[in-house]
C-alpha cells in the first residue's frame, strides 16, 4: 500500500518529529498504521529530507570529475540510504518490515551524492586541522611570533586567523554571558594553618613574584585569579578534603567567555544555519581540548601552553560590547560545578590602592573566609 501519510513516531530524529508535528496532520499513519501521532504529507516531508541533506552533501553529477577508467565518479560518493542510515544515522522504530524504508528511498531522489564542495574543506573540518597546528606549533615550533605562521584560505587559518575566527564563532553562538551581580564565587588555601589568620589578600591572584606556576590558563610569572562556584568545588580543584576556603561576592556584571554548557550540536534536519552548525561542531572539540586535565608533570609547562595563548588572546580581544573579564569553565574535578580565570589585577579585587588620577571600580569584594570540608 502506497504511504501517504506518515506520523512523527515512526521516526526517532527529534528535528523530523518536531517538524511532523508542527505540520499537525490528522491521526491515522499509512506507515505503521497508528492513530496516536500527528502526521504529515508524505511526498512534502520527502521534499523537506532532500532540502536539509543539500546543506551538507552535493550530488556527484555537478561537482565531481568522471572517468569511467578509474572507476566512474573521483571522489567520495554515496548513495541516499548511506547518507541517511549511515552519515545521518535515521532510525525508524516502527517500520518492522522495512515498508517506510522502501518508500522513502523510492521517494527521495535517486542520485550519487557527494561532499557539500569536494574542492574545499567543511568550515568544521578546516578550523579542526588549524588548531591541531596551532597546538603544535606553541608547544614545538614557535611560542611568541607565530601569528603569520601557515596560509589563509577555506582549508586552512594561520594562528591569528584562527583565534578571530574562535572569537567571531563564540559571539554569534551566544557563547558571550554575564555572571550577575551578586554571585559568590570561591577560593581554596590548603597551605593556610587550621588555627593561622587569613587575610582577604590570601584569596586573590599570587603576587607576581610568586606565581611560578604553569596553570590552564596562565602561564608562570603573570597571575591570574581562579574561583569556583560553589566551596566543594574550589576543595576539589585543589585536591583536597579540607582547607579555609574564602568567600568573593560579585560587585558588576562580570563578562565572560562561558565554555561550560555549549549548546548541543544541531541535528541534520534542524533548522540551524549549516555554518553555525560546522562551527558548534568545532567549538566542542576545542573546549573539550582546552579542558582536558594535564598530568602535573614536567609536561605541564608544554600541554598548558595552547589554552594559555587563547587565554592571552582573549584577554585583548575586542569584542561587540567590550573586553572579556574572563573565561568561565565546568570543573573536571567537580562535574556539577565550574569554575572562572578572572582577568581582575589586585585593584579591581579591592586589595590594592588605586593608582593616582586611575580611580577604579572594584570588581569583586571579599566576603569572609571559612573552614571548609568534604
Avoid at 564542495?117 to 611570533?145: G, M, P, Q, Y
Avoid at 573546549?287 to 587563547?310: E, F, I, K
Wanted: glycine share 6%; charged share 25%.
Amino acid at each position: 500500500m502506497a504511504i501517504e501519510r506518515v506520523c512523527s513516531a515512526c521516526f526517532d530524529d527529534y528535528d523530523l518529529r518536531a517538524w511532523i508535528r508542527n505540520a499537525n496532520g490528522l491521526r491515522g499513519c499509512d506507515a505503521c498504521g497508528r492513530k496516536d501521532s500527528p502526521t504529515c504529507d508524505f511526498s512534502e516531508l520527502c521534499e523537506h529530507i532532500e532540502l536539509c541533506l543539500k546543506k551538507y552533501w552535493g550530488f556527484a553529477v555537478e561537482q565531481l570529475p568522471y572517468d569511467s577508467a578509474e572507476g566512474g565518479y573521483q571522489g567520495t560518493t554515496w548513495n541516499v540510504a548511506e547518507i541517511l542510515f549511515g552519515e545521518v544515522g535515521l532510525s525508524l522504530p516502527r517500520d518492522n518490515e522495512d515498508s517506510l524504508l522502501s518508500a522513502l528511498l523510492g521517494e527521495l531522489i535517486d542520485e550519487t551524492w557527494c561532499d557539500f564542495n569536494w574542492l574545499i574543506l567543511d568550515h568544521d573540518v578546516a578550523l579542526r586541522k588549524s588548531w591541531e597546528r596551532f597546538c603544535e606549533t606553541v608547544k614545538h615550533k614557535r611560542r611568541f611570533f607565530f601569528h603569520a605562521d601557515g596560509t589563509d584560505d577555506h582549508d586552512s587559518f594561520t594562528p591569528a586567523a584562527l583565534l578571530s575566527a574562535i572569537g567571531s564563532i563564540s559571539q554569534r553562538l551566544g557563547l558571550v554571558r554575564y555572571l550577575p551581580k551578586g554571585r559568590s564565587l570561591w577560593r581554596a588555601r590548603p597551605d593556610i594553618a587550621r588555627n593561622g589568620r587569613a587575610y582577604a589578600s590570601d584569596f586573590g591572584p599570587p603576587p607576581v613574584h610568586l606565581a611560578l606556576q604553569s596553570n590552564r590558563m596562565n602561564p608562570p610569572g603573570i597571575p591570574m585569579l581562579y574561583l569556583a562556584s560553589t566551596p566543594r568545588t574550589a576543595l576539589k580543584e585543589t585536591r583536597t578534603k579540607e582547607a579555609r576556603v574564602g568567600q568573593w561576592k560579585v560587585l558588576r556584571p562580570l563578562r565572560v567567555l562561558d565554555l561550560r554548557n555549549l549548546p548541543k550540536i544541531p541535528g541534520y534536519f534542524s533548522e540551524v544555519d549549516r555554518e553555525d552548525r560546522l562551527a558548534l561542531r568545532f567549538l566542542h572539540q576545542f573546549s573539550q581540548d582546552v579542558m582536558t586535565p594535564v598530568a602535573r608533570d614536567q609536561r605541564v609547562h608544554v600541554d598548558y601552553l595552547p589554552s594559555q595563548v587563547v587565554t592571552e588572546f582573549f584577554r585583548d580581544y575586542q569584542l561587540e560590547k567590550g573586553r572579556l573579564d574572563g573565561i568561565a569553565y565546568g570543573s573536571t574535578a567537580h562535574p556539577t560545578g565550574w569554575n572562572v580565570a578572572l582577568f581582575a589585577n589586585p585593584m579591581e579585587l579591592g586589595l590594592e590602592k588605586p593608582e593616582w588620577g586611575k580611580p577604579t571600580k572594584p570588581w569583586l569584594q571579599f566576603m569572609r573566609s571559612v573552614r571548609a570540608r568534604i
